[in-house]
């Protein structure tokens, strides 16, 4: 009998602006909360010549969530 294959779902988000930029406590806060709702950072990075950050997350797709998405909405 096969296993089924592991599904992720990812979440991206560029923190900062052009004036400001990113700062250290906005970015742990933000990471988490993310941690809290089952996220994992897999990548953080700075795009070139940028003072914003962007994070990448990705967590395993619940059956739930798996079952929501197989279902057409109503409406």
Same mark, same amino acid.
Do not use: C
């Given at each position: 009998?096969?296993?089924?294959?592991?599904?992720? /779902?990812?979440?991206?988000?560029?923190?900062?602006?052009?004036?400001?930029?990113?700062?250290?406590?906005?970015?742990?806060?933000?990471?988490?909360?993310?941690?809290? /709702?089952?996220?994992?950072?897999?990548?953080?990075?700075?795009?070139?010549?940028?003072?914003?950050?962007?994070?990448?997350?990705?967590?395993?797709?619940?059956?739930?969530?798996?079952?929501?998405?197989?279902?057409?909405?109503?409406?």
């Amino acid at each position: 009998m096969t296993e089924p294959s592991v599904q992720w /779902e990812y979440r991206v988000l560029t923190v900062g602006n052009a004036f400001s930029g990113a700062k250290d406590g906005q970015i742990e806060g933000i990471l988490n909360e993310w941690g809290v /709702e089952g996220w994992e950072a897999v990548n953080v990075y700075a795009p070139s010549n940028s003072p914003k950050v962007t994070l990448v997350a990705k967590r395993q797709v619940s059956s739930s969530v798996r079952r929501a998405r197989s279902m057409p909405t109503i409406y």
